[in-house]
């Protein structure tokens, strides 16, 4: 009888312990990152309320439009993405009474029901990174800043684009010099577009469509139509980025495709994913936090790093750092007397902090010390008969080749090993 096999779901991927290791490493470098920044982790539910999310990122995006992964009958939703939920949180728990201005950040999976291709799959993981309750424009800086260190640290290299989309004070005339731009061109745009522009007519500008972006090349510029106070705040944060050698270039056309974004918005961009080409990207949402039930005109601004983009960047990359073992120590135990003597030494040097692996499985010499090396193990511990007698086993290094006698005693196995 033929057994069928059931796989994963199309967009879901398991991700397997030898990528683990990369995963780690980003986020292990990110979490280091993230807390010489002074941010604090908080950890958020993966289903939500259909509403918030309907409400915050709105209803004529891509996103809610045709992405989410929506229980109908039990209005729920699995979270597209995190910034909503944060700011759920943080209101419900009435965190700005606490402390004014939160700097939280989050780390986990995102669902959205989208096309799978490379570095683009149905559930992914982003870390979220969000400053409520200031406005200044030192803060956009400073955590611009901190995304392209995290960047520069991992040795992976991208470039940032920045744009302001104003507030509700500038956005509706720029909006309506806009839509007449578009209007005059309006035939040669693709259905998707015709639609947008009745609806939200600044996502024309982010369409993907050579022919459109063709179209729009000449479009007006939102940030020649700045109020003056948008435009100062924009200024100021150019000069923050400036003074910490931060490196950018204005991109008109970054519209975002979240409706509550507004003035800096910014995208890290690498040309080495195809389409996908986006690996960070955020903004300020002023007024969201409102929105959502929050305190009065409530500011923010925050990014999300999409994970399994910066993983197959760095798997680009050739670095031994990140693929690198930590078995500390492999112990060979021969015959029925060695393999029990190393099986109880091995659970005493787990009990002491020490990476141990040992096979049960009786294979040879050989063969154990052939999985030893696989397993990138720092020293291997032969136990036999022999050994037992003397009450010292043979320890090798397996990076210099180097033996040497060591007394069968958890303290004295780990005065070598733990050396390093
Ligand atoms: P894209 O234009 O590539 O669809 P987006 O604008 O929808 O991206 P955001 O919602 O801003 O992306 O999410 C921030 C980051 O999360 C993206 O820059 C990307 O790195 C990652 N991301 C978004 N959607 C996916 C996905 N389906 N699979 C993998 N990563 C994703
Ligand atoms: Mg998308």
């Not at 991700?15 to 941010?39: C, G, H, Q």
């Not at 424009?137 to 684009?161: H, K, N």
């Not at 029990?340 to 141990?356: F, P």
Request: glycine share 8%; hydrophobic share 35%; charged share 30%.
């Amino acid at each position: 009888m033929t057994v069928l096999k059931i796989k994963a779901l199309k967009g879901f991927k398991d991700i397997l312990p030898d990528e683990v290791t990369l995963w780690k490493y980003v986020e292990d470098t990110a979490r280091d990152v993230f807390r010489r920044f002074n941010f604090s982790e908080i950890r958020l539910p993966i289903l939500e309320q259909t509403e918030l999310f309907a409400r915050s990122i709105g209803e004529d995006t891509d996103i809610v439009e045709k992405e989410m992964y929506t229980f109908v009958d039990k209005q729920v939703t699995m979270r597209p993405e995190a910034t909503a939920s944060l700011i759920r949180a943080y209101i419900e728990h009435g965190l700005y009474i606490q402390k004014p201005v939160q700097r939280l950040f989050t780390i986990g999976p995102m669902f959205r029901h989208e096309r799978p291709q490379k570095g683009r799959l149905r559930q992914f993981h982003q870390m979220d990174i969000e400053i409520l309750g200031s406005e200044n424009p030192l803060v956009d800086t400073e955590l611009i800043a901190m995304g392209a260190m995290l960047f520069t640290e991992l040795g992976i290299s991208v470039d940032l684009e920045l744009n302001s989309l104003g507030c509700p004070k500038c956005r509706p005339s720029y909006r309506a010099r806009l839509l007449a731009f578009i209007e005059s061109r309006l035939d040669a745009l693709c259905e998707d577009c015709k639609r947008r522009s009745v609806t939200n007519p600044l996502r024309v500008l982010d369409c993907k469509k050579s022919y459109c972006r063709e179209q729009v090349e000449e479009a007006p510029s939102i940030l020649e139509h700045l109020c003056p106070d948008c435009d100062v705040h924009f200024s100021h944060v150019q000069e923050g980025l400036q003074q910490l050698g931060v490196e950018y270039s204005l991109n008109k056309f970054m519209v975002r495709g979240l409706d509550y974004y507004c003035r800096t918005t910014f995208e890290f961009v690498t040309s080495d994913l195809g389409a996908q080409s986006a690996v960070c990207a955020g903004g300020r949402y002023d007024g969201l936090i409102e929105k959502l039930g929050g305190p009065k005109g409530g500011p923010g601004i925050g990014f999300a790093m999409g994970l399994e983009r910066m993983v197959l960047l760095l798997q680009l990359r050739e670095n031994a750092a990140f693929t690198r073992s930590d078995l500390e120590l492999f112990v060979i135990g021969l015959g029925e007397k060695g393999e029990q003597l190393s099986y109880g030494l091995v659970h005493e040097m787990r009990g002491q902090k020490c990476r141990v692996a040992m096979d049960h499985e009786g294979r040879s010499l050989k063969s154990q010390m052939k999985q030893a090396n696989k397993a990138g193990a720092k020293y291997v511990l032969i136990v036999g008969d022999d050994e037992i007698e003397k009450g010292t086993g043979v320890l090798k290094d397996m990076e210099t080749q180097q033996q040497q006698e060591v007394e069968l005693t958890c303290s004295a196995l780990l005065e070598v090993v733990k050396k390093h």
